[in-house]
């Protein structure tokens, strides 16, 4: 990887491909980083478990949600507020489950306070839905 000789707070983008077949694309607004995306560039899938994780930042540079795109077709999503994680939503592409998303919530001690699952995509409100990568909503 070679480092960049402009000024941190001038970058808008920086793009950089690693040996192991895999990129990642960074946003910066005024020199903070604001959004990450990784891909798996390999041909077969094998450079990581994973297609894509897109990762997006608040104002205090902390992760604000992170979306895993498994190569299963599976999702993670994390949502934070500050450093705590306060619900996860799993997307079961694969069929693996007896439900097609799961959502849990966490509470202030970060234990799973509650569990929603849905066994119809038809039936997950849009609110999740918007959160993960299916490309026939777009």
């Known amino acids: 990887m070679k480092r960049s ?19 990642r694309l960074e946003l910066f607004d005024a020199g903070v980083l604001t959004r990450t995306t990784q891909t798996d560039l390999s ?16 104002d205090a540079g902390l992760v604000q949600t992170r979306r ?16 705590e994680k306060v619900q996860t939503i799993e997307y079961d592409g694969d069929g693996s489950d007896p439900w097609i998303v799961e959502v849990k919530i966490f509470d202030m001690a ?8 849905y ?4 039936m997950v409100p849009l ?12």
Do not use: K, M
């Open 110 to 117: 970060g234990q799973v306070d509650e569990v929603v699952t």
């Open 5 to 23: 000789l402009i000024p941190q707070a001038l970058l808008e983008t920086r793009f950089t491909v690693f040996d192991n077949e895999t990129e």
């Open 43 to 58: 041909q077969d899938g094998s450079a990581a478990i994973w297609q894509t994780i897109l990762t997006v930042f608040d």
């Open 68 to 83: 895993t795109v498994f190569d299963d077709s599976d999702q993670f999503v994390f949502n934070f507020e500050g450093v």
């Open 119 to 122: 066994d119809s995509i038809d």
């Open 127 to 138: 609110d999740i839905l918007d959160q993960l990568d299916l490309g026939f909503f777009a």
